[in-house]
């Protein structure tokens, strides 16, 4: 691996950078998998993997991440499709610690993961929080939305919506959020060892540009942190110009305070204080386990605080039609949305702030879409199956793993003495999705752009 050497030069003199070092951990060959448990469906996953002879150890700096020993197939293991776990990078799980050391988990917040997609930060949040706390998962490009809100609705839970919207946009939420999360794109260096084609794509120029439009995203979103709310800021870049010059361009430039962090010295985490004294925290690969990744905390000292001027814009459903859902979902807590013929389900308690977020924003997903309304009848979502909302009279199919596969390819599967109607499908006594048993065959409910495609492991 050839890196630039404009690159290198440029990280003379930081804080725990080692040119040699970096230099023959890049070269190494070497690979971190890593993995962050979903707390509502994780009971089964580590066995999984241990009957499979892949070693599970803690990650250090979060409570349910992992590395594991080997990378296996994740595309069949239909677990991983159930929402069990998260694939993610160990250096970004410690976003965990800054949440832990600067609000109280244990109360309702309103928290923003301004650059969402794919979903890695955003379901680790959702983890963190209250279920009485709001997610506002958003991601400015249409094209990569689509993958944020699978991995949501994967995950499970109905205190989150799903955005696709320009910082600019949320100019009418001044006050709003508790936490602002600004994973910023950058300019990548970070990920060299994961994607070596990033190198070809990087240059000083890139840098500076990359540099430019985090501070623009940074000052059209800060208005809408509360007064004494926490920014977090991070990067999967080595640039110091992305790194620690923005975190003294935020304190010179706004009413933010740094917030220091509680850093096991065992982590190999580097604390990075910079030109005006603000700490930072790099993780370098030839000391921390994982990619190269930036990340600083602040508060805000003079923000505003939100006022709800708007008028209620929800429908809700019907009361004639609340039987057609009600066999169908578990409802305690919930108010249910009529959209055109869908049907969502919205925590009772974020009813108001859903209400807002709908008016203001351009919602793709909110709450748990429980199914449509055809024929009067519902057809479940699979979302509803991914919830915890699914009622407890609805019957569940337990398949092994070649029954699971076939059905996660949208293949055909066989009846074997299954009684007919809508049913669950379950591996490890995990849901899988939707399927509706016949007397002659089964329709296969899972969604079609999910589906497996590979027809062997080996492919």
């Known amino acids: 691996m050839q890196l ?15 040119e040699q070092r970096f230099v023959n951990i890049h070269n190494s060959n070497t690979s971190v998998t890593s993995i962050r448990l979903n707390p509502a469906k994780s009971e089964t996953v580590l066995r999984s993997f241990g009957e499979r002879n892949v070693d599970c150890t803690p990650i250090p700096w979060t409570r349910n991440g992992y590395y594991l020993s080997e990378r296996p197939s994740f595309t069949f293991d239909p677990l991983f499709h159930a929402g069990c776990y998260y694939v993610q990078e160990a250096s970004s799980m410690f976003l965990e610690q800054v949440l832990k050391q600067s609000v109280a988990l244990d109360q309702p917040l309103k928290i923003l993961d301004l650059c969402a997609a794919p979903g890695g930060k955003s379901t680790h949040l959702q983890s963190l929080i209250s279920p009485d706390s709001l997610l506002v998962s958003n991601e400015v490009i249409r094209q990569r939305v689509n993958i944020l809100k699978d991995n949501m609705v994967k995950w499970g839970s109905s205190n989150v919506v799903v955005t696709n919207n320009d910082p600019k946009d949320f100019s009418k939420l001044k006050g709003y959020f508790d936490v602002i999360v600004v994973d910023a794109p950058c300019s990548g260096s970070g990920l060299f060892r994961r994607d070596e084609a990033a190198i070809s794509e990087w ?9 430019q439009r985090q501070q623009r995203i940074l000052a059209d979103i800060l208005p809408t942190l509360k007064d004494g709310g926490v920014l977090v800021y991070s990067t999967c870049s080595y640039s110091r110009q992305e790194d620690e010059d923005i975190a003294d361009w935020l304190t010179t430039t706004f009413p933010l305070s740094n917030i220091p962090l509680n850093v096991n010295a065992d982590w190999k985490i580097i604390e990075a204080v910079t030109t005006s004294g603000n700490k930072g925290y790099r993780f370098w690969p030839h000391l921390a386990k994982g990619e190269g990744f930036f990340l600083a905390a602040f508060k805000l000292n003079d923000g505003d605080t939100y006022k709800n001027k708007s008028k209620s814009a929800v429908k809700p459903l019907t009361k004639q039609l609340l039987p057609l859902v009600s066999s169908w979902a578990a409802l305690a807590n919930s108010e249910l949305i009529q959209v055109n013929d869908k049907v969502y389900a919205w925590p009772s308690v974020l009813l108001d702030d859903f209400d807002v977020l709908l008016q203001h924003l351009k919602l793709i997903y909110s709450g748990t879409l429980l199914g449509e309304l055809a024929h009067k009848k519902l057809i479940p979502d699979h979302a509803l199956a991914m919830s915890k909302k699914v009622a407890e009279s609805i019957v ?8 699971a596969i076939a059905y996660l390819q949208k293949n055909t599967i066989e009846n074997t003495g299954l009684s007919t109607g809508w049913q669950l499908a379950r591996y490890n006594k995990q849901v899988l999705g939707w399927m509706n048993v016949l007397s002659n065959r089964i329709n296969n409910y899972y969604p079609k752009e999910l589906r497996i495609l590979k027809q062997k492991i080996n492919n």
């Open 4 to 18: 630039p050497s404009s690159l290198l030069q440029s990280l003379q003199g930081l804080a725990g950078f080692d």
């Open 203 to 211: 240059s000083e120029n890139n840098v500076v540009l990359c540099s």
């Open 396 to 403: 569940c199919a337990d398949l092994g793993l070649p029954e």
